[in-house]
């Protein structure tokens, strides 16, 4: 079993903290201290997209590593349903766990089951990839800079100037910190020119697919798309394909095995991916759940995880999301 990359020296506090001790030390460290650490419950948002099946199944296995075999993990998936996940949370809480790792929704009834759960028994909870109130720790993905990296990227593509559209997505906030990166960066562009609409694409191939249709019928003329994931983008490059409109460059955020294959196509019109690390998000937040078990609290609460922009040029040297 690969010793958690979760815990390389990429994990970053947003007041600029310094980065983990070195992985190894830590991780053994923070193995050594799990004894106290027996029942964790991971409540992760959906199993079918590959990034939170990926975090579902890095928690239950450094779970197993840190606490050498000896914690109790029970997984559960929510389909992107706010009132699944709710209630996923209320029964998890029931079942009195040591923490609960949980990617949640931007829901009203999932901040209402935290905090509930929270008063009901004094639970640890460690959010994972996005904020929600009453949990005791943050561990994401830096979205802002991810969106910055790519439209950084895809305004130096097209010269400097050229007509950028986005494809958007949930509005949880982790997809519009992207969004505000991008428009950040291609600010710094005065020949580049955002289109008004952001349609959303519901972070999914089928979504991308027909929002791109739609804006490449409004809009004569683009050079190149932002879509707010992989799948999105993989799905406005069929479309693109489809309407017989070459040359727009798309970029996503995800880094998934997916886009891996796209961006080592030559002929593949996505030409970059801000990768994010599901896997360091996972491992993180198990060790993060050692620490709040020996009664320590967390020195901020968020740990911002730096993306990697990855692009045709060096897709050679990305190992991606592989177990």
């Not at 958690?4 to 923070?30: K, M, N, Y």
């Not at 800079?145 to 130096?156: D, I, M, P, S």
């Not at 494809?167 to 710094?188: T, Y």
């Not at 070459?246 to 801000?274: C, H, N, T, Y």
Request: glycine share 8%.
């Amino acid at each position: 079993m690969r010793f958690p990359p979760a815990l390389a020296p990429r994990i970053r506090h947003r007041t600029a903290l310094p980065a983990l001790c070195l992985c190894f030390c830590f991780f053994f460290g923070a193995a050594a201290h799990a004894g106290g650490l027996r029942a964790i419950e991971v409540v992760v948002t959906d199993k079918d997209n590959p990034f939170f099946a990926k975090i579902g199944r890095s928690a239950n296995e450094y779970a197993g590593l840190v606490t050498n075999q000896q914690a109790k993990v029970n997984l559960a998936f929510s389909g992107f349903d706010a009132q699944r996940q709710a209630t996923q949370i209320a029964e998890a809480a029931a079942r009195k766990p040591d923490v609960i790792l949980l990617t949640p929704m931007a829901s009203p009834l999932v901040v209402a089951a935290v905090k509930s759960a929270k008063r009901g028994g004094g639970v640890r909870l460690i959010a994972m990839d996005a904020p929600v109130d009453g949990a005791d720790l943050t561990i994401a993905t830096d979205n802002v800079e991810a969106g910055r990296q790519v439209c950084q990227f895809l305004a130096e593509r097209i010269g400097g100037k050229g007509t950028v559209a986005i494809i958007d997505g949930p509005q949880v906030s982790a997809i519009s910190d992207r969004v505000q990166g991008c428009k950040a960066a291609l600010s710094r562009f005065p020949m580049v020119l955002l289109v008004p609409d952001m349609p959303d694409g519901k972070a999914s191939k089928e979504g991308g697919a027909e929002r791109m249709t739609e804006l490449l019928l409004k809009y004569p003329k683009l050079d190149a798309l932002f879509a707010i994931n992989d799948p999105t983008a993989i799905g406005a490059e069929q479309s693109i394909r489809q309407a017989r409109r070459p040359g727009i460059v798309i970029g996503s955020v995800d880094g998934a095995p997916a886009i891996e294959e796209r961006l080592r196509d030559p002929a593949s019109l996505i030409e970059a991916s801000a990768a994010q690390f599901p896997d360091r998000m996972a491992g993180q937040a198990v060790v993060e759940a050692v620490s709040l078990q020996a009664g320590k609290v967390p020195a901020s609460p968020r740990l911002l995880i730096a993306p990697k922009l990855i692009t045709k040029s060096n897709i050679g040297t990305y190992h991606g999301w592989r177990d």
